[in-house]
Structure formats: C-alpha cells, structure tokens
C-alpha cells in the first residue's frame, strides 16, 4: 500500500481556498481516487461550499468523496481520558480545583494539534488515495505548520531523557503554567498523546506525497503575502507545487468601466508567473454567481485543472539539499523571495539555526556536516548557501 497524496491548500484570507480545496477533492474523487477533505478551520465553510452537512468524523458527499469538518471541543472531550491524570495534577499543583474539558479546549494550539493527528490517521489508514486539506489564512497555517517542529525542539531540550514521552503535553499546558515535575503516570498519558502526533511531520515534508497549493487572487497585497507564505513554508520544508491565482476577470468581459482592473489582472499574472516559476500557475475566472454546491465546484475544478491531473505532484522542488564542493560541503536551503535583512543563520552545536522574520527553525544537520565548521553563508538566487569547511582531525 502507497502513501496517499496529501494537498494543502493555503493563501490570504477569503482568497479562495476552501473553494479551490474543495473543487480539487471534487475532481481527485471523480477520477476514481478515494479522497477525504477535511478543514482546519472552525468555521464550517467546507460544509457551506460543497453545500452538504459534514460531522467532525467524515460524512459523504459523492461516492467516493468525504468530507470532515474538524470540532476541537469534541475531540477534546474524546482524549480527555487521556490527559485527565495529567491535567489533574498539573492543576492541583497550581491550586486550581476540578477543570472541564471545555475549559480546557479553548487553550491555544489544542485544534491544531488535533487537526495534525487527523491528517495523520487519514494518511496511514490505508482508506484514502487523497487527503485534502483546506487550511486556515497563511498566518494560522504557518504556525500550524511549523507546530511539529517547535514542539519537537522544545522536547529535544527539555527532556532529553524522556524525549518521547512528553513531546506533546506539555508545551501546551506550559503556556498555562510553568509545570510540576511530572511523575511516571502522567508521562505515560503524555506518550499517548503524543504518539498522535509523531510522524505528521515526516508524512508532510515529503514532497513525493505531500505538497502545499498557494491560493492568490490577482492583488498586490495577496500576492505580497503569498511570497512571504512560500518563504516561510520553504523554511519549514515543505513543498509548494503550483499556485492557483483565482478571481481573474473573464475575457468576455467588455465593458470599459473594467479595462483598469482588467489591465491590472493582467500585470499581476504576469508577475505571480515570473515570481513563482518554476512552480506552475493555475488559473481561474472571477464566476458569474458565488461557488456553492457540487455541480458549480464541479465546473470550477475543470477550468482551473484542464487537462493537468489534480492529484499529480505538479512540481518537485528541493527544500534541503547538501552537495561537495571540493572538500568541503554546501548546505543548500530553498528560501524563495527571502528578504536578506530578515535572515539569520547561526550555529549551535549539531544545529544550523536558520530565522526569516519572526520564524525560525533549528535544523540537526546530518552526520557528514556535524562537525564541520560553518565558513560562510549567502544568497544565490532563490537559495540559501551554507558553506561548510573541512572535518577538523581527531585527536
Ligand atoms: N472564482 C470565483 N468566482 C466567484 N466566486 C468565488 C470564486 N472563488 C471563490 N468565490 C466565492 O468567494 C467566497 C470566498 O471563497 P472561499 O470561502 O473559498 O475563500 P477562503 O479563502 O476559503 O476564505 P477564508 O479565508 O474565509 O477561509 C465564497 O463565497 C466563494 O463561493
Ligand atoms: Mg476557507
């Protein structure tokens, strides 16, 4: 049994992502591929667009389609069991009395984290061809995408001994509390949970299975965010493989009140195919009526896919890449649109620290790199080159 394709999709608020997720689920599914679309955001658009009721453990929508409309306070309540030793005794040592799994779904990351495990169990299950999911606005998504990381970081370092143990837990609650040394119970509820996570990371970074869809439309300012999405989505390693510019006013279009913005549309197209390339663009007109229901998401997956196959891996770039260069070695990091003033690498034992903005990640370098030394590190076009000298000798 293969790994399913798994395809994010994410841009600016309202730009159309859960039409475009929910149209490409349609046509993955159409094309014989058991596909389940699933939402990381509370609101219930999936629902609304596909204009069928979607429970939060999967409901049909066409023969081969399903949809899940995520509802963190009742998986709260489901793994309550779970953490309820954990929290009990966390909550006792900070002299609060009995706490609700209600209370508790509303502390932040909960969903996320839920929302990954689903991913996961959907892509391992064996039950699916296509996983599809429809992301919350960029900001949101990278956090979520970068959750995995952050937390295994913070695990690496706090508890080395218990690595696995612990991984989940207690980032989250330490945002309520700085935390009790945990006793064996709890750190047996704690592998539970954690082990919902572990993996996630690894299915959505492997960019044979797994690629992110940018969502624009043809603004300045959506298109500015998209940039910034990549870079930052580059940084965590993923892979985007195309982006849809969605909302380009039609051709049949004549009338002259229109003839600036259609000028504009065409100006941003080109710069969003310029900028993006390699990656492909898919395009999609601005409906003569709103999106809603199956037969019109149907007709909207046709234009924006064509001929090209939905389910494809559109393209295959190469986030983290490490070649020789005489004796010594080249790190090579996908940073597309990265503003130099933003960036900064450092190094920290078996780490390279890299910081774009407000994000950043500590990557373990691979054993051929440990214990080299860092000689340099520059810009070449879109990529990030990190130079590393010779292996001092031993002894
Ligand atoms: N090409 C289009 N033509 C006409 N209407 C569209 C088009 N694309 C999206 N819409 C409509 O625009 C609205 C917003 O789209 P959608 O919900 O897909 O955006 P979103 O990016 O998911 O928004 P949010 O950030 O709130 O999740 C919906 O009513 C949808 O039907
Ligand atoms: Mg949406």
């Not at 965010?225 to 049949?252: C, K, M, Q, W």
């Not at 004796?327 to 620290?353: C, I, T």
């Amino acid at each position: 049994m293969g790994s399913p394709r798994v395809l994010l999709f994410t841009g600016k608020g309202g730009v159309g992502k859960t039409t475009a997720a929910a149209a490409t689920a349609l046509r993955c599914s159409d094309a014989g591929l058991r596909t389940i679309v699933l939402s990381t955001d509370p609101a219930h658009s999936l629902a609304d667009a596909f204009d069928v009721p979607l429970s939060s453990v999967g409901s049909p929508i066409t023969d081969r389609l399903w949809g899940q409309q995520l509802d963190a306070q009742e998986r709260m309540e489901d793994a309550w069991a779970d953490i309820q030793a954990h929290v009990m005794e966390l909550l006792g040592w900070a002299g609060v009395d009995a706490i609700e799994a209600e209370e508790l779904s509303v502390i932040p990351g909960l969903d996320e984290i839920f929302a990954l495990s689903d991913i996961k169990t959907y892509a391992t299950s064996g039950d699916w061809d296509v996983v599809i999911v429809d992301c919350a606005p960029t900001a949101e998504t990278i956090r979520f995408l970068s959750l995995p990381d952050i937390l295994s970081w913070y695990m690496d370092r706090l508890f080395p001994a218990h690595r696995k143990a612990v991984k989940v837990v207690r980032p989250v609650l330490a945002r309520l509390t700085s935390m009790p040394i945990a006793g064996d119970r709890v750190f047996a509820a704690g592998q539970r949970f954690y082990e919902r996570l572990d993996g996630v990371r690894a299915i959505l970074t492997d960019g044979r299975h797994s690629s992110v869809r940018l969502v624009v439309n043809p603004e300045r300012m959506v298109i500015a965010e998209a940039r910034r999405t990549h870079t930052y989505l580059s940084l965590f390693g993923y892979h985007v493989d195309a982006v849809i510019v969605n909302r380009l006013l039609p051709e049949a279009i004549t009338d002259p009140w229109f003839k600036a913005w259609k000028e504009t549309h065409a100006e941003h197209l080109t710069t969003i195919e310029a900028g993006f390339a390699p990656l492909p663009v898919l395009k999609a007109e601005l409906a003569a009526e709103e999106l809603v229901g199956i037969e019109r998401l149907r007709r909207f997956g046709d234009v924006l896919y064509g001929d090209t196959d939905a389910a494809a891996v559109l393209h295959r770039g190469e986030p983290i890449r490490v070649h020789k260069r005489g004796e010594r070695r080249v790190m090579s990091l996908e940073l597309p649109f990265v503003d130099r003033d933003d960036l900064d690498v450092g190094r920290n034992d078996g780490e390279l620290l890299v910081r774009v903005g407000a994000y950043r990640r500590a990557i373990v370098l691979p054993d051929s790199l440990r214990r080299r030394p860092v000689t340099g590190a520059r810009m070449v076009g879109d990529r990030l080159e990190v130079s590393f000298g010779e292996e001092p000798s031993r002894g």
